[in-house]
Structure formats: structure tokens, C-alpha cells
């Protein structure tokens, strides 16, 4: 006779608890990826001297899935005061819908952070990824 058949149903009880219990178990010690924490900062400037008067300075074009993504930083007295999305996916109407909040969301996060160090837009993880890159490199272009 099979170990399952009804005359046991203590036996199916424990294995389904058993199994249960292993399962949670493995989806409790599951870990989401998570992308490599990155140094992004405004940069410092060198020495006492602060630097003064407005710049304005293009980082890199950063390709991504989607296209490439360049922003434009604009530098008042040592402090972030616009950025500016010079390039960025547009070229169907999806791409439109979503950059139409991403890019604004990103631009008030890295104005309130006055770095690269921003968070990543949900829906627009690519476009993301690209402006902060651009944005850091224009942010190191400013200091060297």
C-alpha cells in the first residue's frame, strides 16, 4: 500500500507542513539584486578657494537600452542650480509617456541632493541610469 493512502493522514500532515515550512524558509532567504553602490557626490573644491561666478557644462551621452541619455548642469557659486536633459529616449510614444515624469522627477532629486546621488525613477530604470552617469561626469568635468 502506498505511505499517502488515507489510512495515514497523519503522515500527508507532516509532509505538507514540512514542505511548507521549506518552502517560506527558501523564499524568506531570497535576495532581490541590487546594484553596486556607486561614490557619487558633488565634487569638493580643492583647497580653500570656492568657487565662484555661473558655469555651465554638458556631462557625457550615456547609450542605454532605450538611447542615449546627456544632461546639461548649470553651477552658481559652488552649488547645483539647474540640470537640464539635453538628450533622452523620445522617439515613440512610450518613451514620451514615461521620460514626460521621469525627467522631471530626476531633475528635482539631483537639485535636492546637489549630486549624482539621486534615486532611480520606477518604469525608468534605464532612462536613470544614464542621467546619473551624465550627471556625474559633468559634475567631474566642473572640478577639473
Known amino acids: 500500500m502506498h505511505a499517502l493512502k488515507k ?8 509532509l505538507a507542513s514540512a514542505a511548507t515550512v521549506s518552502g517560506v524558509v527558501l523564499l524568506l532567504s531570497f535576495k ?4 553596486p ?5 558633488v565634487p569638493a573644491p580643492s583647497g580653500s578657494a570656492q568657487v565662484t561666478g555661473t558655469k555651465t557644462v554638458t556631462g557625457d551621452s550615456v547609450d542605454t537600452r532605450w538611447g542615449p541619455v546627456q544632461v546639461r548642469i548649470t553651477v552658481t557659486n559652488g552649488k547645483l542650480t ?3 536633459a539635453v538628450v533622452y529616449p523620445q ?4 518613451d514620451q509617456q514615461i521620460n514626460s515624469y521621469a525627467i522631471p522627477t530626476l531633475r528635482t532629486e539631483a537639485l ?9 525613477v ?4 534605464y532612462t536613470s541610469d544614464g542621467y546619473r552617469q551624465s ?3 559633468a559634475l567631474d568635468s566642473m572640478s577639473g
Open 112 to 120: 535636492q541632493a546637489q549630486s549624482a546621488d539621486i534615486d532611480t
Open 82 to 84: 539647474e540640470v537640464t
Open 135 to 137: 550627471l556625474q561626469s
Open 32 to 35: 532581490p539584486h541590487t546594484a
Open 122 to 125: 520606477s518604469g525608468a530604470t
Open 91 to 94: 522617439e515613440n510614444p512610450r
Open 37 to 41: 553602490a556607486t561614490a557619487l557626490a
Open 7 to 14: 489510512n495515514r493522514p497523519l503522515r500527508r500532515i507532516v
